[in-house]
């Protein structure tokens, strides 16, 4: 089945410093890959997604690029700020199920 | 617009002991999905309904189980409870398959 590997595990930048997260999956049919953002008590937030037929997609400072032919696929985020402090879950569409990595807790210092 | 809520927050069991975990989807939303989040784990995917069927389950034992109701409100069961069971399980909906996943806040459950 799907297995989906996220590095780092942990991760702490100065603020106004970017980020990258990077994922790797093992299924080549899978064709949706989003990302999701969870803060202390709460349930992970989708924060942006990408299917297979692109290669890159922007929303404000997130970024997300998909290399099908590697398999895999990294979230940028660029002028982090202390809010963005969080523990971020890559995912991988695995036939009907969505199979997560194991998630990287970002720490941003102000 | 309401999102996907979950009861109780906090649950409290003693080993071999039966848990229920209730999920409320979005309005409009047909497929429920459940989640466990163990330490360290990440997210491992247990079970999904859709139109009242369960439609897929992860790889965990036949004591997880649950269902969904004609309202597409969701419950899952955990019989004969272990120590190991103890984690945050999260119930997410959806208005197609696994896109746009939306995920409730959670019920933390505790074994001892």
């Known amino acids: 089945g799907e297995n989906v590997e996220q590095h780092p595990s942990t991760l702490s930048v100065q603020e106004g410093d970017s980020a990258v997260i990077k994922c790797t999956y093992s299924d080549s049919a899978s064709n949706y890959f989003p990302w999701y953002k969870q803060e202390l008590g709460k349930g992970p937030q989708l924060i942006i997604d990408i299917r297979s037929n692109v290669g890159e997609k922007k929303d404000q400072r997130i970024a997300v690029t998909l290399n099908k032919t590697a398999k895999h696929f990294s979230l940028h985020i660029t002028e982090t700020q202390p809010e963005d402090s969080a523990v971020y879950f890559c995912a991988a569409q695995a036939g009907t199920a969505l199979i997560f990595g194991k998630g990287t807790t970002l720490s941003v210092s102000s | 617009e309401a999102g996907v809520t979950q009861s109780p927050t906090h649950l409290i069991k003693t080993r071999g002991q039966q848990a229920t975990l209730r999920c409320s989807p979005i309005?409009?939303?047909?497929?429920v999905y459940w989640y466990q989040q163990a330490l360290g784990l990440g997210l491992q995917f247990l079970l999904w309904?859709?139109?009242?069927?369960?439609?897929n389950r992860g790889n965990f034992p036949p004591r997880f189980s649950g269902r969904q109701f004609p309202n597409y409100s969701s419950e899952l069961n955990v019989n004969a409870l272990e120590l190991e069971d103890s984690a945050l399980y999260l119930c997410?909906?959806?208005?197609?398959?696994?896109?746009?996943?939306?995920f409730g806040s959670g019920t933390r459950l505790t074994v001892v």
């Open positions: 997410a909906s959806s208005y197609d398959h696994f896109y746009g996943y939306t």
């Open positions: 309904y859709d139109e009242g069927e369960e439609r």
């Open positions: 309005s409009g939303h047909t497929s």
